[in-house]
């Protein structure tokens, strides 16, 4: 994998480093995880103050465009990409809270639906049972 700096601009204003990157890659595009550790090389920075936003290549492209932001310090990173940027790491044993919550509601549904159908046709029988009685008040 060879890497080219195409474009180097000093955000002096949010305390970083922006730049573009060609990214000669010979096989499928390159995932961020496998980017960090070569582009850090290239910059000479450490990978907790490396953020790269974007990876972008044309279809049948041997190559690809990277923009990656370097921050002065972890404080700017955190206030800027927020915590899930700054720290990836995610503890495995931790489910989602929201596949509990979908499941809640599942069980709540059917039963909605079958005290529905049961109210359904006895709401259905006094409407029928009055609209006989209105044909039968017309006859007389």
């Known amino acids: 994998m060879n890497l080219k700096i195409l474009n180097e ?11 573009e990157i ?7 595009t390159a995932s961020k995880e496998s980017l960090i550790p070569e ?20 279809y049948g492209a041997k190559h690809s465009i990277a923009r990656v932001d370097v921050y002065n310090s972890e ?8 915590e899930t940027k700054a720290v990836e790491e995610k503890p495995e044993s ?16 059917p039963k909605e639906t079958e005290e529905s159908k049961e109210d359904a046709p006895a709401d259905e029988k006094p409407v029928e ?8 008040a017309e006859e007389e």
């Open 9 to 19: 601009k000093e955000n002096k204003l949010i305390g970083r480093k922006e730049y």
């Open 22 to 28: 060609l990214v000669e890659n010979p096989g499928p």
């Open 39 to 58: 582009v850090c090389k290239a910059l000479k920075c450490e990978e907790g103050l490396m953020v790269i936003q974007q990876i972008n290549q044309v």
């Open 75 to 82: 404080d700017i990173l955190k206030q800027y990409e927020g």
């Open 94 to 109: 931790e489910e989602p809270p929201s596949a509990t919550s979908e499941e809640t509601p599942k069980e709540e549904a």
């Open 129 to 136: 049972e009055a609209k006989e009685a209105e044909n039968a």
